[in-house]
């Protein structure tokens, strides 16, 4: 089983709202990424989560607030989002940090009033 | 750092041809690489993947091919069935947790 399960499938939120997204996995894996996808883009890195610390922050307004609870378990915290960063919020994890083959979930499709 | 081009951005084939997606990276010390389908409202899914010790891989009708001396690789998708249409992406990776990413290629498939 690869799946990554991510929550909610939709968001809508104004710009002065606080929202999370939650995204979870049960294959044991130790690494745990955050991707933000434009329409008609690739995904672009924003975290990486690496045995539940963070390991790589790809310059991600503070906004955006990252949360590693357990091993399964991957949160991203939104405050005081701007129109721009709607988009696709995908996670994907790994078997671990040096092993390359990551697993996508299915999105947050976010839009930000 | 590394750059990943990916070409064509958009691919229109006839059910039962053949499809070419072909991608180029710059650092040599890259050694993974994924490619991943990505329908109209889904996350990507990997399809196929190639190490630098492969030259080659199959799987039913995906195939990917590795040139390490030029630095391209290609996705080969035989028999195409319109559940094939979708975005498609290359990636290249020089360490475990971080890819790059092609700029896409949209493949429509015609009945």
């Known amino acids: 089983d690869t799946e990554v399960t991510q929550t909610p499938k939709h968001l809508v939120m104004g ?19 955050w991707y933000k996808q434009k329409a008609k883009k690739p995904p672009e890195l924003m975290f990486v989560y690496s045995y539940e610390k963070l390991s790589i922050n790809e310059s991600v307004p503070s906004r955006f607030s990252p949360e590693c609870p357990n091993s399964s378990l991957l949160n991203l915290h939104l405050h005081a989002l701007q129109p721009e ?12 940090p040096d092993y390359d ?6 999105g947050t499709r976010l839009t930000v009033l | 750092g590394e750059n990943v ?14 499809a070419v997606i ?3 990276y710059s650092d040599s010390a890259s050694n ?4 991943y389908k990505q329908e109209l409202g889904k996350g990507p899914q990997l399809i196929i993947d190639i190490r630098s010790n492969v030259g080659e891989k199959k799987d039913q009708r995906i195939a990917v091919t590795l040139n390490k ?3 391209h ?8 069935q319109p559940e094939d249409s979708a975005v498609y992406f290359c990636a290249a990776s020089n360490r475990g947790n971080q890819f790059y990413f092609g700029t896409g290629t949209s493949l429509t498939v015609i009945p």
Request: glycine fraction near 4%; charged fraction near 20%; hydrophobic fraction near 25%.
């Open chain 1, 15 to 33: 710009m002065t709202n606080k929202k999370s997204l939650k995204c979870e996995q049960h294959m044991g894996h130790r690494a745990m990424y």
């Open chain 2, 73 to 80: 690789f290609s996705l080969h998708i035989t028999e195409t």
């Open chain 2, 32 to 35: 993974y690489f994924p490619w």
């Open chain 1, 101 to 106: 083959t990551q697993y996508f979930g299915p």
């Open chain 1, 85 to 96: 960063d709607s988009a696709l919020y995908l996670c994907a994890s790994s078997q671990d």
């Open chain 2, 69 to 71: 001396t030029a630095k």
């Open chain 2, 22 to 24: 072909k991608c180029t």
């Open chain 2, 5 to 18: 081009e990916q070409h064509p951005s958009t691919l229109s084939v006839q059910e039962g041809d053949s």
